[in-house]
């Protein structure tokens, strides 16, 4: 399985997953779903931020160069697309189950709409996660390059 399409699939079903609880949730504490929603968002962005650290860190320590890195961007807006449009269809098929709320939405809102909404949480926090990996990663090497004074020495 290449790399964007296992992101698709988990971040996908992530996201599947949090939209059902989110549904049984909102069936019993009606009055709760503000931050219930808010907490569903904060766990999407913190785990695509976190995974795109990942992907950052390891790209700069097999590639020190910046400008031999991978082509991330390609990758996570790959794992972008497919996962909000798996999301949007997979979601429209469990809103037929019993006991399912999802919003009743039509196919074209899931496809679309929610789908796009969806892309844009994978791909911008993961770009972001990739950023700052990176320059995580490059200041671990500039500190393993500089030379250390030792301690009482006048510069």
Known sequence: MTGWVMRAVLLGGLVVA???LLGFA???WPTQGSWMRMLCLAVLIGVVVAWGVLDGRKDREVHPDPEHGS???ILWLKAAVAGGLGMGLVSWLLDFLPRFD???N???FEMTAAASFIV???FLPALTGVGLGRMMAERR???ARTP???AGTAV
């Open 106 to 108: 039509p196919i074209l």
């Open 148 to 150: 250390r004074e030792p």
């Open 120 to 122: 844009l949480l994978i």
């Open 102 to 104: 999802l919003g009743d």
């Open 26 to 28: 909102m069936v019993y």
């Open 18 to 20: 949090m939209r059902t």
């Open 71 to 73: 082509d991330l961007t």
């Open 141 to 143: 090497f500039e500190k």
